[in-house]
């Protein structure tokens, strides 16, 4: 029963935020086209078949059973309804044929400025409510590095000190992954090892390696090799060790982080002696790992107990400055990110995710963020709904715009019998896509990547 309740759970977060994003990217539009006394046939949030629907005044208010999506039919417009009932009419003065180009333009790009100013608001919210929780830079004295892995491969070390991303020193731990930084094609790191600032570059794969690796470098790898606790009956408390006891070396190795310390007891078959300071005293004590679990019984602090965590609040003011920034730092970081799967740096199957993986995101950010983590990846898709929206793809609103954009340079339409045409390869296109995307998502999901 829990798979039943965890799968109807991912469902309704999924559609409370695509629900969300659909309802502001059409009223976008909605707004917009009633602004220029365009006349509006239907407001649709969700495809057919149709569960409830209403008429007020000259438009019909439509939810479909199939929450991936929405339009607005907006009279004497070549759009998803595919209706082209009117070409062969006369132009009448509420439809959107008989505006100028620079008003037909605005409605069209409404819906992304709509998802963007969303974005935006959200952040903001953010700001203001929940404030910011950061790390000093200063206040992390290095990170384990294991063996093989990501953050090995392209250099960094035990015990180096990461102070800056792409030439630029940081202040907050957090700033160190910002996803216009992140997506950058000559990312690079900032780092202090033995005294000597060195700059380790990143290959272009980076993002596909980090996303196999399920991390880089995060806060765990900073912790101490200090016990915070000893449980009772287990082969450390037989051993002699006590709680608040560091261990700073393993089987004559010198240990300074706990990933270090269980990477050593984890792999030693059999005894390991540890030097342990105790106090001002050094003791050497051996402990053997229990045979089942290859654990000796000692829990670490929690970085919440052992770093230095400063929470930051925000005024109105300062909240939409932030919100601003965010909504900038996540366009180019996924405008980037774009732009790395087109050129081949990272893989498409890997990084390519539609409502499936959508879906299972949102839960995730959910699970771990409460509220904070369910509007922070609704702003982070509505920014994403807003540049796709803009792709170059007849059905898409960059396919509309760039219609409009020939218009405006040739001053005259295309033909009618073209742009539905078009329109339905465009539509047929992002079906056959959908569909790609989804079956990839699955397969995903399966083989638990």
């Known amino acids: 029963m829990d798979w039943i309740l965890s799968i109807t759970t991912t469902i309704l977060i999924f559609i409370a935020a695509i629900f969300i994003l659909v309802t502001v990217h059409e009223l976008g539009h909605f707004l917009a086209a009633k602004f220029f006394k365009m006349r509006v046939d239907k407001f649709s949030i969700g495809f057919p078949p149709k569960i409830f629907g209403i008429k007020r005044g000259e438009t019909e208010y439509v939810l479909g059973a199939t929450p991936l999506g929405g339009y607005v039919q907006i009279a004497g417009m070549i759009d998803e309804s595919m209706d082209d ?67 090995s491969q392209i250099g960094l070390q035990t015990g180096d000190r990461i102070i800056g991303v792409n030439g630029n020193e940081v202040q907050y731990f957090n700033q160190l992954f910002s996803p216009s930084d992140l997506t950058d094609r000559d ?13 380790i570059s990143t290959p272009p794969d980076f993002l596909d390696l980090i996303n196999q690796e399920e991390g880089f470098i995060d806060l765990n790898s900073t912790l101490p090799s200090k016990i915070s606790r000893v449980v009772a009956g287990t082969p450390a408390e037989a051993a002699g060790l006590q709680d608040g006891d560091e261990i700073i070396s393993a089987n004559g190795d010198r240990v300074s982080y706990w990933a270090e310390l269980v990477n050593i007891i984890s792999n030693s078959n059999g005894e390991t002696e540890l030097e342990v300071l105790r106090g001002s005293d050094i003791l050497t004590l051996s402990v053997t790992p229990d045979p089942e679990t290859n654990q000796i019984g000692i829990q670490s602090y929690q970085a919440a107990e052992l770093l230095d965590y400063e929470i930051r609040s925000f005024g109105v003011t300062q909240s939409v400055v932030i919100g601003f920034e965010r909504t900038n730092d996540t366009f180019f970081g996924i405008l980037k990110g774009i732009g790395r799967l087109f050129s081949g740096d990272i893989s498409v199957r890997d990084n390519l995710g539609g409502p499936v993986a959508i879906a299972n995101i949102t839960k995730e950010a959910t699970d771990r963020g409460g509220m904070e983590g ?76």
Do not use: C
């Open 187 to 199: 990312l690079s790191f900032m780092v202090q090892r033995d005294g000597e600032l060195i700059t």
């Open 374 to 449: 369910f509007w922070s990846i609704t702003a982070f898709l509505s920014i994403t709904l807003a540049i796709m929206n803009m792709l170059p793809i007849p059905a898409l609103d960059g396919g509309h715009f760039m219609f409009l954009v020939y218009e405006g340079i040739t001053r005259r339409e295309p033909p009618p019998k073209v742009r539905m045409g078009l329109q339905q390869l465009g539509f047929i296109f992002l079906i056959g896509l959908f569909i790609l995307i989804t079956f990839n998502d699955i397969l995903r999901t399966i083989g638990g990547s």
């Open 85 to 151: 009932s009117f070409i062969d009419e006369e132009v009448k003065p509420d439809e959107f044929r008989s505006r100028p180009v620079w008003q037909r333009t605005i409605v069209i790009l409404a819906g992304v400025i709509f998802n963007m100013i969303l974005a935006v608001i959200i952040y903001t919210g953010m700001a203001f409510n929940y404030g910011d929780t950061v790390i000093p830079i200063q206040s992390i004295d290095g990170f384990y590095v294991a063996q093989e892995s990501v953050a």
